[in-house]
């Protein structure tokens, strides 16, 4: 696997491979990989010829006051878990790099979708995942990208952008990679201490509690819904809540009724200072 650090020499590197006639699949991640960015990079690998997978914590889609300094990083370790997981290139630019210092003007938001859920508490957030996100598919050509579902908003966002900024790549979501005990692996979980942690799986429990409801009882109001899975929530001591929304997944709407195939239920959690995401699909 070569690594490469600058965009002159990733455009050359993928505009050799597109001359071959090969498909390029893309994997944009913040790094300290863990099991779910390794099932993205194994579905690029099936979906494409040569997989660019691109390590960059991304400082416009942090607020002044979250976690970019201490976003967790460890580029030889996500070296060798990119190299194992069959990854052909991985892409480390510096911040100077992707945003020249004194020189960058260019963002690209997606409206009214990035307003919603997370983007209430994150204002900005998604107008810094855009950006990148369009940078990364121009530097590459890629022709696949790969994204978790886990981040159901910002991959629904990434798909307005790429339809309605007609960027020819297709964009494939991947289920959410679980814990043992249902939590969703995220790069985050590191911050969480053992009684965190242990409260955490309460995040999943209330989601699937919900679901079950649905299937039983599909005509149960949205409000009904929410509020048990906040009840379930609250009852861990160390959780609050930033929001639990049941929504259509199209378009971000809230929903008074589970519409089949079509109903997104996702939330946000504080344990202590690290925000936790997690949604499920009914
Ligand atoms: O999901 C992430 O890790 C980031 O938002 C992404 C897509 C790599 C953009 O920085």
């Known amino acids: 696997m070569e690594i490469i650090r600058t965009i002159k020499e990733i455009t050359k590197k993928c505009s050799e491979v597109k001359r071959e006639g090969k498909k390029i699949g893309i994997v944009p991640t913040m790094g300290y990989l863990h099991q779910g960015h390794i099932s993205l990079i194994k579905k690029a690998k099936e979906m494409s010829d040569f997989v660019v997978t691109t390590l960059f914590v991304n400082p416009t889609q942090f607020a002044p006051n979250e976690d970019f300094e201490k976003y967790p990083r460890d580029e030889k370790r996500d070296t060798k878990i990119c190299e194992e997981s069959g990854s052909n290139v991985l892409f480390i630019p510096d911040v100077k790099e992707m945003y020249p210092s004194g020189k960058y003007k260019t963002f690209v938001a997606v409206e009214n979708l990035s307003e919603k859920l997370c983007g209430k508490s994150r204002p900005g957030h ?100 929410v509020s048990g899975i906040k009840k379930m929530i609250e009852s861990a001591p160390l959780a609050r809540i930033d929001y639990v929304k049941m929504v259509d997944q199209e378009n971000l709407e809230p929903i008074q009724k589970m519409i089949p195939q079509k109903t997104l239920i996702a939330l946000a959690v504080f344990l202590g200072s690290t925000r936790l995401i997690d949604n499920i699909h009914i």
Request: glycine content about 4%.
């Open 126 to 225: 998604f107008r810094g995942v855009t950006t990148i996100c369009l940078k990364l598919f121009n530097l590459t050509r890629a022709d696949i990208g790969v994204f978790g579902w886990k981040d159901a908003q910002q991959l629904l966002i990434l798909k307005r952008m790429v339809e309605d900024l007609n960027v020819p790549i297709e964009l494939v979501g991947m289920p959410t990679v679980r814990e043992n005990d249902g939590l969703a692996v995220s790069s985050r979980n590191v911050y969480l201490n053992q009684e965190q942690r242990n409260q955490a799986t309460i995040l999943f429990k209330a989601l699937t509690s919900a679901a079950e409801t649905l299937e039983k009882f599909p005509q149960t109001p949205s409000s009904e819904i």
